[in-house]
C-alpha cells in the first residue's frame, strides 16, 4: 500500500475531476505512472480524506510500490506530487 501524506492529500483536494470519475494513479504506456481521471476500478487502492475519495491507486502499482510515500513537495515551478521510497526521505527517481 502507499502512504499518502497530509500535504499531498491537501494538494488532492483541489483537484477538479468530470462527473462519474475518479482521479487514478495508473501506469501509462511510456512506464511511467500518470495521473489520470476515469472510472474507479475493483482492485484500486482507495485513499479518502473525510469520507471524501482523493485518490485511486492501480491495484498492481499499490502492490509493487508498497511501503513508498506519495508526498507533496514545493518547486520553482509550484507544488508537485512525488513518491518517496520507504525509509527514505528523498524522492523516488
Do not use: C, W, Y
Not at 487514478?24 to 484500486?44: I, M, N
Amino acid at each position: 500500500m502507499i502512504a499518502v501524506t497530509t500535504p499531498a492529500k491537501e494538494l488532492l483536494r483541489d483537484i477538479e475531476l468530470p462527473e462519474d470519475t475518479v482521479l487514478r494513479l495508473d501506469p501509462s504506456e511510456q512506464g511511467r505512472l500518470a495521473f489520470v481521471s476515469g472510472p474507479a476500478q475493483p482492485d484500486d487502492q482507495v485513499v479518502d480524506d473525510g469520507g471524501q475519495e482523493l485518490l485511486h491507486i492501480a491495484g498492481l502499482v499499490s502492490q509493487q510500490l508498497d511501503g513508498h510515500r506519495l508526498d507533496r513537495i514545493d518547486t520553482n515551478q509550484g507544488p508537485q506530487l512525488t513518491l518517496r521510497a520507504p525509509n527514505d526521505g528523498s524522492p523516488v527517481v
